[in-house]
T-cell receptor, first 115, second 117 residues
């Protein structure tokens, strides 16, 4: 079975500061991992994904995440926060080998940016 | 614009009623997923269809049902509605499934907001 834990339901950083959103996963088989972002009154959209290629994955809007198997983590970072980054962020996992994928989302982390 | 269309965007109804939410996936996508998003439960996976067949089931109540039609659009039927069913219902689509050529990336619609009074 797969599961995702996002540490911190709410993270607040100053504009220009480092953004770090934490995600730990549990999977009995090699996983695919994703970060999605949800802006107010919108659906989720993909930020980046890990699909067993490079462990450091770069996404849109300057975000990146590193897959660390030993720590079962897939934390999301951005060197310098911008006001437009304020949104809810979801980490998700799905098994690498599956004929019936069931993508499991974490509970989400709301990112606030202070001027 | 993700290419996934959901209707209606907003729906207000009474307890005990039945509603149908509709989803048109992106052109070419064979998989459709339904999720329920509420403040207390977060984003919960309900059900997945692939090319007309049910492929995975999550926390979907027996009062809820779904289907995917030959033209690949999908409908989620919610019956005997309760106050607790008030939520945002998302449809998402993907090209395929992990293990069958897809990487699991989902494209989400903007959701249907259901309010049960």
């Amino acid at each position: 079975a797969q599961s995702v834990t996002q540490l911190g339901s709410h993270v607040s950083v100053s504009e220009g500061a480092l953004v770090l959103l934490r995600c730990n996963y549990s999977s009995s088989v090699p996983p695919y991992l994703f970060w999605y972002v949800q802006y107010p009154n919108q659906g989720l959209q993909l930020l980046l994904k890990y699909t067993s290629a490079a462990t450091l994955v770069k996404g849109i809007n300057g975000f990146e995440a590193e897959f660390k198997k030993s720590e079962t983590s897939f934390h999301l970072t951005k060197p310098s926060a911008h006001m437009s980054d304020a949104a809810e962020y979801f980490c998700a996992v799905t098994p690498f080998y599956s004929s019936a994928s069931k993508i499991i989302f974490g509970s989400g982390t709301r990112l606030s940016i202070r001027p | 614009d993700s290419g996934v269309t959901q209707t209606p965007k907003h729906l207000i109804t009474a307890t005990g009623q039945r509603v149908t939410l509709r989803c048109s996936p992106r052109s070419g996508d064979l998989s459709v997923y339904w999720y329920q998003q509420s403040l207390d439960q977060g984003l919960q996976f309900l059900i997945q269809y692939y090319n007309g067949e049910e492929r995975a089931k999550g926390n979907i109540l027996e009062r809820f049902s779904a289907q995917q039609f030959p033209d690949l659009h999908s409908e989620l039927n919610l019956s005997s509605l309760e106050l607790g069913d008030s939520a945002l219902y998302f449809c998402a689509s993907s090209v395929g499934m992990v293990g069958t050529g897809g990487t699991g990336e989902l494209f989400f619609g903007e959701g249907s907001r259901l309010t049960v009074l």
